[in-house]
């Protein structure tokens, strides 16, 4: 049938349009159907209903179909009914606790990345999958399909590492530091990484202090080939996009199933062409791995999927009851990290977590043999992790005459006392977030928390716990006001136990 | 934060607002995040963000939120962020595989009929208890969740009976039966119903032929008390609505799960004021209920459910693995129903079922002890059907003086030839349903099918088999194609077994 269009001029990241209930029955369909609209070219959409809207023989045509079909007003679309995307029957044997094939697999990321599927039919997969999980099989269908329906970085040099660490520890500062280590030892670290979704700062909030993070995969590979590392932000990419989709859907039910974690993880890894990889797995109470055998059960996971992509993997746990250093939020992070980069001074546990990561890496890449970590510390104590970062951000467009000094940190502050005396003892990485993010964090690159008493400490009455720093004074009394509700406590952070590659994979 | 305004002159059936991305960084919060939009009252809605359809300072909002809020153009609003529903949590907690409380089940429908819930989210939900399903304290707390977010009917007069098929079997018209027989007897049976979904025709559908079916919930109140009957969409009325807003997430993935079909019945029953309740299940490939295990299944927790709700109900199974009569489609299945009405002409299984199930509901309300489908037969053969049923459509506003004749079936029509002689053996409700639907049925009242040889009978070649008609042509034509597509054969169908009401539950 014939319609004459209206745009609707609102993006609403999927192809859907809305018709008349007389239209949508007479064409024997249902809100939920799909039809194609077509005039030269065509587009799959999901049909809306409207009583009212509009009158019938008009359609109304969301912003991403109008622009796909290049629609001028006044034109006439042909809407016909179409069949329902191949992926809705693959969700429902998911649903009923099958096990999907590798084609199937397939079929449903190629959905999620040409946005066939809506955000209720993907909730419905990710749900499905978060109760019914996935076996090793699956994550590493699914691992691949991801990473095969979207760009692959792959490099004329070698060896490529990369690490990642799970989330939940705030603080965690560690890339900053492991990122220059390893590429001043010679390897190639083109590491991607994500923007705090429920935390205070992440890895490429805290780049973004420094440097543009927003690369494209070429400018991924060129940094790298040139400087040896690069932290950039993956969302900027068009690496594994199917993860960027699955999260958006995650998001608003806070579930981050095992699966997806394991499958989104190395897909990432593998399309920027690593060869060995490092995950740091946090645990303790507020962390996405609570406990350590279950760290232990994602650390054995993670080294065979890396197995069957052909990435040789460690994993180290850590300890994750705390905040890493002893700064939350983007500047104050960088401030943080940059101490530790121009003169080793800077918290044990920072320090520590830091060349422990990046030993690791160089003993995979071969250029430490045994002794990573003493290697790190001296790359890092010579300078010349410092002079490294320094050419990754200018290579990245930023200005490499930063220093710790020249850093800015919020103007607003405030110090939070302690109420008694006595020894500061735990409070939970959750409340810390909480204050930060009240501050301004993530958004506002200047706020965040310093911490002056951790776990252990004595502190004495009318002494301070901690400084709030906020580029707004709104944002600082609504971040009072958040500590309020519950007196702040302090923690220590540091790697528990390091689980090594079971097989002696050796890098390509 | 204050905002300009911008309508976007949109329903989406959700309280939503799209803000630019630097905006909702702002404030600290993300995509899918709630926001308090505030004037003289507030309303929370859900945030979507967009880069470049709205600059900063201006926030788009959808007609919903529009309308509930009087906003008027020009005008400023608040926006604040909000906390998530609490249903979010509990959402989660059915997730886990946990059980869930009554109270809880009362906040999650609460939000549902209040729309605080995304699509997403109750898809959540849905695939959760599809996949997790409920057990007899959940369904009970969420029939009750569901009865009380609505609106209920009391009756001064009693007994107060009902009737519900589960779904599934084309052509089951026996409503159009069951109804006035029992009302014709001196019960009140206020039966709302459905419009198909996935079928041919519902209930609401076939009453639509003769009048008019969207009634408010007192409208079906007085019609029942004058006249003993009714037969209303309801869809239309504001019984139970959780209810279909469920089933509109539930159709884009062809998920009915037991629990929620469990639910649903039982909260539509109870919320019009059933006293006693007959719930027919047929069984069969095709049909909801594949076989007679699952089917005793069903029948023993619908009366266990009923027992916990003050509820006599009684079920039986029914053959479900053919058509009902020999017509399906609105038109063609009133035609029928009629032409039994008007001198008990017309198949055996239609009149076999409509008085079983009429039969025990006369007994079920006391005014046949023992003798039920006799003195349904009675009624029936007598005419006092008839004229009830013309009295049923006289006030819900038809015209009485309806019969088989004068009933209009779609004047375009084709025969379809068995191309073989022999015997007719089965083929699946699903394929005729197919073919229906692409004649046009249930949108086009005249579409539809006759079968001229069911199951068994003998078949000479080039007798016709089916008659489609439709009321366009190129209706037809679909119609046909979709008959080529596979050919048509044919069964039969009958109550198996009667499961009786265990306990001695007698109606107050």
């Known amino acids: 049938m014939k319609f004459k269009v209206k745009n609707f001029d609102i993006e609403i990241e999927e192809y859907k349009v809305v ?20 005039n030269k070219e065509s587009v799959t959409a999901v049909v809306e209903m409207t009583d009212t809207m509009l009158p019938q023989g008009v359609v109304g045509i969301y912003d991403e179909v109008w622009k796909k079909l290049r629609i001028k007003k006044g034109e006439e679309v042909e809407i016909l009914p179409a069949a329902q995307p191949e992926s809705i029957a693959l969700i429902k044997k998911k ?26 039919e993907l909730t419905a997969f990710v749900t499905s999958t978060y109760i019914h999980g996935m076996d090793l099989d699956e994550i590493e269908w699914m691992t691949r399909a991801m990473v095969d329906t979207g760009e692959r970085i792959e490099f ?6 990369d690490k990642h660490s799970i989330g939940g520890v705030p603080g965690n500062k560690v890339s900053l530091l492991v990122v220059p ?20 700062a992440g890895t490429a909030d805290l780049m973004e202090v420094l440097a543009p993070v927003s690369l494209s995969a070429s400018e991924i590979k060129d940094i790298t080939e040139k400087v040896g590392g690069v932290i950039a932000w993956g969302g900027a990419t068009n690496i594994a996009p199917a993860d960027d989709e699955i ?7 806070s579930i981050d199933p095992y699966c997806q974690v394991l499958a989104s993880v190395m897909a990432k890894k593998c399309a920027v062409g690593a060869e060995a990889v490092v995950i740091d797995i946090p645990t303790g109470s507020g962390t996405t791995v609570r406990t350590v055998e279950d760290g232990r059960k994602m650390a054995r996971d993670f080294i065979e999927l890396g197995e069957r992509m052909g990435i040789s993997v460690e994993c180290v746990m850590t300890y994750g009851g705390g905040p890493i250093g002893r700064t939350i939020g983007p500047a104050l992070e960088v401030q943080e990290a940059f101490c530790v980069l121009e003169s080793m001074k800077g918290p044990h546990s ?47 467009g930023g200005d490499s ?16 006392l302690s109420p008694t005396g006595g020894y500061a003892t735990e409070f939970d990485n959750k409340r810390l977030i909480e204050i930060a993010r009240a501050a301004g964090a993530p958004a506002d690159k200047g ?5 002056h008493k951790k776990k252990g400490e004595a502190v004495k009455k009318g002494e301070t716990l901690i400084t709030i720093y906020a580029e707004k004074s709104w944002k600082l009394e609504n971040a009072i006001r958040e500590a309020q509700r519950k007196e702040p406590v302090i923690v220590e952070g540091m790697v528990l136990e390091r689980v090594p590659d079971i097989t002696e994979t050796r890098i390509r």
């Open 19 to 38: 018709m008349n209930v007389l239209d949508v029955n007479e064409m024997g369909l249902m809100a939920g159907d799909r039809v194609k609209v077509k």
């Open 95 to 120: 649903m009923d606790g099958n096990k999907l094939s590798k084609d199937e697999f397939y079929t449903i990321v190629q959905d999620i990345v040409d946005g066939n599927l809506t955000d209720a």
């Open 156 to 161: 004329d040099k070698h060896p490529v590492v």
């Open 181 to 200: 280590i390893v590429a001043a030892a010679g390897l190639l670290i083109p590491k991607t990484s994500s923007r705090a979704i429920t935390g205070a």
């Open 247 to 253: 999260i958006e859907v995650e998001y608003p039910l």
């Open 350 to 396: 920072l320090i520590e977590k830091s060349t422990s990561l990046a030993g690791i890496l160089l003993e995979m890449g071969g250029v430490a043999q045994g002794a990573g970590k003493a290697a790190a510390e001296e790359i890092l104590r010579s300078g010349r992790a410092l002079q490294k970062m320094k050419e990754i951000i200018e290579a990245q």
């Open 401 to 416: 005459n930063v220093s710790s000094k020249t850093i800015q940190v919020g103007d607003k502050k405030t110090d939070w």
């Open 447 to 451: 706020a965040g928390i310093v911490i």
